[in-house]
């Protein structure tokens, strides 16, 4: 079992930043591939960016490349995400996810890659 708990969520103007972290509980964090995903009110979850294992392989959705960066300390059990130039289209709850299966790089934007999400963390980005 892996608890996330997700925080560095708030209130920022357009183009500013945000650092989102994710703590997971557990002794073998460095098993997991992560990700983030966001949900806006009134629309369905979407992912956001994903990183493997040892953090080396990262991916991202095109709307947010170039600004958001993920990584990952296994040695704090924790996963972040860098966000830059925030738009106001990036207001959403964003949640962290683990997952255990090893079919990351072919499904590593869909959510049934991941076994345990955090309870998220609110962004809210104002124009």
């Known amino acids: 079992q892996v608890q996330l708990v997700e925080s560095g969520g708030g209130l920022v103007q357009a183009g500013g930043s945000l650092r989102l972290s994710c703590a997971a509980s557990?002794?073998?964090?460095?098993?997991?591939?992560m990700a983030w995903f966001r949900q806006a009110p009134g629309k369905e979850r979407e992912f956001v960016a994903a990183l493997d294992w040892s953090g080396s392989s990262t991916y991202y959705a095109d709307s947010i490349k170039g600004r958001f960066t993920i990584s990952r300390d296994n040695t704090k059990n924790t996963v972040y995400l860098q966000m830059n130039n925030l738009k106001p289209e990036d207001t959403a709850v964003y949640c962290c996810a683990a997952g255990a299966s090893p079919n990351f790089y072919t499904n590593y934007p869909r959510s049934r890659q991941y076994d345990y999400w955090g309870q998220g963390t609110q962004v809210t980005v104002s124009s």
């Open positions: 557990g002794r073998t964090f460095s098993s997991y591939t």
